[in-house]
């Protein structure tokens, strides 16, 4: 598993280096003392785990994972601000306090590769993105796409359907796009992108458009050209 | 609407509950008072009920908007404050006041005279004034009233004793908790796990490395835990720590922490408070250097000005960042004890008026 350390602090990622010595699944592509390093460090090398330090000159980790198209698996390293970590919501990341016990490391890649061995590999060249980060407001989510079930073009940003929360996040719809897995989602019209997963029923409605209604949520119209598209996708 | 502004008019209490209470004792008080008035003038003086009943309503109501507006009286001329020797006499004034006002009006009104004579031996000997309707009335409702004022200053009295005693016991848990903050604050929990964090790095590095900011993280320490202590300390001393930690920062911070200093030898025997430099140090790299990424000078200058000590500490700032307020408990504690040593005769200032610099300065007495 390729791995980036982004620390300010010299000796705390020489320390964190050695520490992750032991662990040959482990492999560290890079390294970064702040936010634009890091920014063209994943770039650079795409790693799949940041091990990431909050504050930082000139932006906290949470202002890169902001910054990045796809959010990679995060293990947070902090001295003291673990508080910041519990800023997210819903779903709880790891974090690690400094100096770090080299048992907690180990708990942490072990939860890592549990939760990996779920995942599916992306085929594409240019892999579908899997996790968002999202910041809306003070909160924070890592949102899992597979769970999204609608997302809504809202001007230069888009709202994610998700469960019970809707978060807002600063990307136009048709950027996103790009980048979901088309196997997942679909455009249903100008303005929605539906999770296939989610589709509960579909109906024909007058003048060649098709009505999706998703499970838990609303009934979505799919636009006449695109409904040509949906029936050789799905063989209606 | 009219109601409203009736109510408005007559509730001044600031708390509802209180205003409850008030009232339930006005028309509890003046209910006992009516029906044993009442019990009297039909059992006693054989007066006809309706007429008794009639008149007696209309007097304990006139009684409780009397004492309704005395209250409003004696709050806004803030009789709870007087001693018992101005207190009283305006009581029993206000009283008598009152008492011959309705005794009057009942001795007018009620069918007079009502006194039954009935002991033909006894009588003669009591001087004729007590038996006169008209003064016994009169003093039957002047001890009213007074009763009245005492029960109202017995219960508001323990009611403020109760609110003064859950307020001392707010504030020391405030105090308690403000103490609590001021040793975390200048324990400065970031750096310290920062610092073990290095120390831990260097350990296989460069153990004397280690070993020496193992020293220097403990002189700090023992000395911030030991600063609530003393109260003054000389420079030179305090320097010695400002050194401790800028070594231990440094470890962290590589080349991005430079330091320059520019202290007088006359300033070194100089006792300012303990703390306040290092408080002020900190500051400036929790706030400036650690934030640029190309980290920057701090600059300490100390020196002497006839009898006052002028120190200076000079640090780079993000220029983004608002010239917020310092997050202060540190320095504002510094600042605030440099007041009270000192009084006017001494000074802190943090100047914020340049975008990119944080100037702190701090002006004091040599102590002789």
């Known amino acids: 598993m390729k791995a980036m350390i982004v620390d300010d602090e010299p000796l705390a990622r020489r320390e964190l280096r050695r520490l992750l ?32 330090d909050i504050q930082m000159p000139g932006g906290t980790g949470f202002d890169l994972l902001a910054r990045l198209d796809q959010a990679p698996q995060v293990i947070f390293t902090t001295a003291y601000d673990h508080h910041a970590v519990h800023a997210f919501e819903v779903n709880a990341l790891d974090y690690l306090l400094k100096p770090i016990e080299p048992e907690r490391l180990a708990a942490a890649v072990a939860r890592l590769h549990a939760a990996k061995s779920h995942q599916l590999q992306p085929t594409s060249q240019e892999p579908a993105i899997e996790r968002l980060f999202v910041r809306d407001g003070p909160r924070c989510w890592f949102v899992p796409l597979q769970e999204v079930s609608l997302i809504v073009s809202e001007g230069n940003y888009v709202r994610l359907h998700w469960g019970k929360a809707q978060p807002l996040l600063a990307r136009p719809l048709s950027s996103l796009e790009q980048r979901l897995d088309p196997r997942r989602f679909f455009r249903a019209n100008r303005r929605q992108i539906i999770n296939l997963d989610f589709i509960e029923s579909v109906d024909l409605g007058v003048g060649g458009q098709l009505h999706a209604q998703l499970r838990d949520g609303p009934e979505i119209e799919i636009s006449r050209r695109q409904a040509r598209i949906f029936r050789t996708l799905t063989t209606i | 609407m009219l109601a409203a502004m009736v109510y408005e008019y007559l509730d001044t209490d600031a708390r509802p509950a209180d205003a409850r209470t008030y009232w339930a004792c006005q028309f509890a008080g003046w209910g006992l008072y009516g029906l044993a008035q009442l019990y009297n003038a039909i059992e006693a003086l054989h007066v006809p009920a309706g007429r008794a009943l009639a008149e007696i309503a209309a007097l304990n109501a006139a009684a409780i908007a009397l004492t309704h507006l005395l209250r409003n009286f004696m709050r806004r001329h803030r009789w709870s404050t007087m001693p018992l020797r101005a207190l009283l006499p305006r009581s029993l004034a206000v ?225 983004s960042e608002h010239p917020a307020s310092p997050d202060g408990i540190g320095v504002r504690n510094s600042a605030e004890r440099l007041r009270l040593l000192f009084g006017a005769r001494a000074s802190f200032e943090l100047d914020l008026s340049h975008a990119d610099l944080a100037l702190a300065r701090i002006s004091m007495p040599r102590e002789s």
């Not at chain 2, 006169?132 to 003093?139: A, I, K, N």
């Not at chain 2, 070194?268 to 430099?277: A, E, K, T």
Request: proline fraction near 4%; charge should be negative; charged fraction near 20%.
């Open chain 2, 95 to 319: 009283s008598v006041a009152l008492g011959t006002l309705l005794g009057l009006a009942m001795h007018f009104t009620s069918i007079a005279p009502m006194w039954v004579l009935g002991d033909e031996v006894v009588l003669p000997q009591i001087p004729g004034f007590l038996l006169d309707p008209m003064f016994v009335r009169t003093c039957n409702w002047s001890l009213a009233f007074f009763f009245w004022i005492a029960i109202y200053f017995g219960l508001t009295s323990l009611r403020d004793q109760h609110v003064a005693m859950l307020r001392q016991s707010e504030l020391t848990r405030a105090l308690q908790l403000s103490e609590l903050r001021l040793l975390k604050s200048q324990l400065n929990p970031h750096f310290l796990f920062n610092s073990l964090n290095s120390v831990r790095a260097l350990i296989a590095d460069d153990p004397e490395c280690a070993q020496n900011a193992v020293t220097q993280l403990a002189r700090t320490l023992r000395y911030t835990l030991r600063s609530g202590q003393e109260e003054l300390v000389t420079l030179e001393r305090e320097l010695e720590i400002v050194d401790d930690y800028l070594a231990l920062e440094s470890l962290r911070f590589g080349d991005r922490l430079r330091i320059e200093r520019r202290i007088e030898a006359s300033v070194l025997g100089v006792r300012i408070p303990v703390m306040l430099l290092q408080t002020i140090v900190e500051n400036a790299i929790k706030h400036g250097i650690a934030h640029l990424l190309e980290g920057g000078t701090l600059t300490i200058s100390a020196a002497l000005h006839g009898d006052t000590l002028h120190i200076e500490v000079k640090n780079p700032r993000p220029a």
């Open chain 1, 21 to 52: 010595a032991s662990f040959p699944t482990i492999e560290i592509v890079g390294e970064a003392a702040n936010v634009e390093e890091a920014v063209a460090g994943v770039e650079r090398w795409q790693p799949e785990l940041l091990f990431l």
